[in-house]
């Protein structure tokens, strides 16, 4: 079993790093610059050639929105991109096997959407105790034909992020032709939403969690910006995307690189 911390896998534009030494180039005397458009290759972190099939089997909601229906539309979204950039058959069950186990383990605790902190950490550790455990994951992996199992934790938080920024500004004087820097504190008023996600990777054919990472991805807006939880949650979803494909599937990565001419 593999694990790790997921990051984005953006990488800054090579114009952008080559700026010093462009620039250093151009007053030497160079006459112009191209940019050429490049790709590089990314290789997957996880094998999967030997499974044809893949599972999307549920999530346990951590913390969630009224507004979203997080554990749904999460499955929903991952299977839609399975079937844009796999070649693995993506199975749609009835009711994914996660949930089931849940409902069948919270025993008399409320709605996750309605539990207090106690007893959402009790859900926790038993949602836990289930994305551990080999031998029911080894039987869903019989019912399914023996696929790959993504299951796991996702989270959604809105946080009210206002607060002062530092904010520089410069203000020339027009009587000695002289600029100077004003650097002062403005308040902004603004929202926050973030969206973290722990994602498994469990071969349905022994139980056995071949992968899981996490990420986590967060968007501020301001207090005029009249956004709607679920048009957030749509936005990092579209920003973590990426990074989970990246488990399984090479990706590429777009940039420029400049050519001194």
């Not at 160079?30 to 094998?47: M, N, Y």
């Not at 951590?62 to 693995?88: I, W, Y």
């Not at 938080?157 to 002289?178: H, K, L, W, Y």
Request: contains cysteine; aromatic residues 8%; hydrophobic residues 35%.
């Amino acid at each position: 079993m593999t694990s790790g911390t997921g990051s984005p896998r953006r990488s800054p534009s090579l114009a952008t790093a080559f700026a010093p030494v462009l620039a250093g180039a151009l007053a030497a005397g160079c006459a112009s610059f191209v940019e050429v458009p490049i790709e590089t290759p990314l290789q997957s972190k996880l094998d999967v050639t030997a499974f044809r099939r893949v599972l999307v089997a549920g999530f346990i909601v951590d913390h969630g929105s009224d507004d979203v229906d997080l554990g749904s539309e999460t499955g929903r979204l991952l299977q839609n991109q399975l079937r844009s950039v796999s070649k693995m058959q993506v199975l749609e069950p009835d009711r994914p096997p996660l949930r089931d186990a849940l409902d069948r383990a919270r025993g008399s605790l409320p709605e996750p959407e309605r539990m207090n902190k106690q007893e959402r950490e009790v859900y926790r550790v038993e949602g836990d105790r289930i994305l551990q455990d080999a031998d029911y994951w080894r039987k869903i992996g019989e019912e399914f034909q023996n696929p790959l199992i993504v299951a796991g934790h996702v989270g959604f938080e809105e946080q009210d992020r206002s607060g002062f920024q530092a904010d520089e500004r410069v203000v020339r004087d027009p009587t000695t032709n002289t600029s100077r820097m004003i650097r002062s504190n403005r308040y902004l008023q603004r929202r926050g939403f973030t969206l973290t996600a722990e994602f498994y990777f469990i071969d349905g054919r022994t139980g056995a969690t071949l992968h899981k990472e996490k990420f986590s991805e967060e968007v501020l807006y301001g207090d005029d910006q009249k956004i709607s939880p679920l048009s957030a949650y749509f936005e990092l979803m579209d920003r973590l995307l990426p990074n989970f494909l990246g488990v399984i599937s090479p990706q590429r990565i777009r940039g420029t690189r400049i050519l001194l001419r």
